[in-house]
């Protein structure tokens, strides 16, 4: 289970963390302490990726330029926050009907040991068929969650029945890949909708 209150102390400290599991090294650091949507001046957050999709295709953050990114790390194991925040997106996406055409959910693995294509695939079907799953080697990850400033720290364990202590913020990035805002990932779907509908609202295209 995430332990909520260290999580939130590392993201409120931007403590860096090592940790190490199943013969994976990890490193993160926790960079917004956010906990509902904010404009945010640190656009340091986010950066280039290379990733594997649950199709077997290569994708970048190039692929979905134009589109509103709803940026969600976690894994497949995850007791608790990972499925509450992938539901809330799924309930969000809904509600806003149209305009979830204008977003595009991507859903990037912590634990790429045991989240597989085929995992992934799944996974984030049972949810919304919208969500993209995403993968990759464990040095490809720990890039992209450092870039991101995700907080992860897996629990040793000797075996595969282990669990990955994270933030759960979901980063929502603009057409441009450029940060804007944080919604906690408890937040439910009505919340997000309307939050994300806000965002859309004040973006330039959504004037023309």
């Not at 995430?2 to 102390?9: E, I």
């Not at 640190?42 to 990733?51: H, K, N, Q, V």
């Not at 994708?59 to 509450?84: E, H, M, N």
Request: hydrophobic share 45%; charged share 20%; glycine share 10%.
């Amino acid at each position: 289970m995430t332990s909520r209150p260290f999580v939130a102390l590392c993201a409120a400290t931007g403590l860096l963390v090592l940790g190490s599991a199943a013969g994976v090294t990890w490193l993160a650091m926790s960079r917004s302490g956010a906990s509902a949507a904010s404009a945010s001046p640190m656009t340091a957050i986010g950066g280039p990726f290379r990733l594997i999709a649950t199709d077997g295709s290569t994708v970048s953050d190039q692929t979905y330029r134009g589109k509103w990114l709803l940026v969600y790390f976690g894994y497949t194991f995850c007791p608790d926050a990972c499925p509450t925040a992938l539901g809330n997106i799924g309930d969000a996406l809904r509600r806003l009907g149209r305009l979830a055409r204008r977003v595009q959910p991507l859903f990037i693995t912590i634990d790429p040991h045991r989240d597989t294509r085929k995992v992934m695939a799944a996974y984030v079907k049972a949810f919304d068929p919208r969500i993209v799953g995403l993968t990759g080697s464990a040095t490809e990850i720990t890039i992209v969650a450092r870039e991101y400033g995700v907080y992860v720290a897996p629990k040793r364990s000797s075996g595969e029945d282990y669990l990955v202590d994270h933030s759960s913020f979901v980063y929502v990035m603009n057409p441009e890949g450029r940060f804007v805002a944080t919604l906690a990932g408890s937040a439910s779907g009505a919340e997000m909708a309307a939050q994300i509908e806000t965002l859309l609202s004040k973006a330039p295209e959504a004037r023309r």
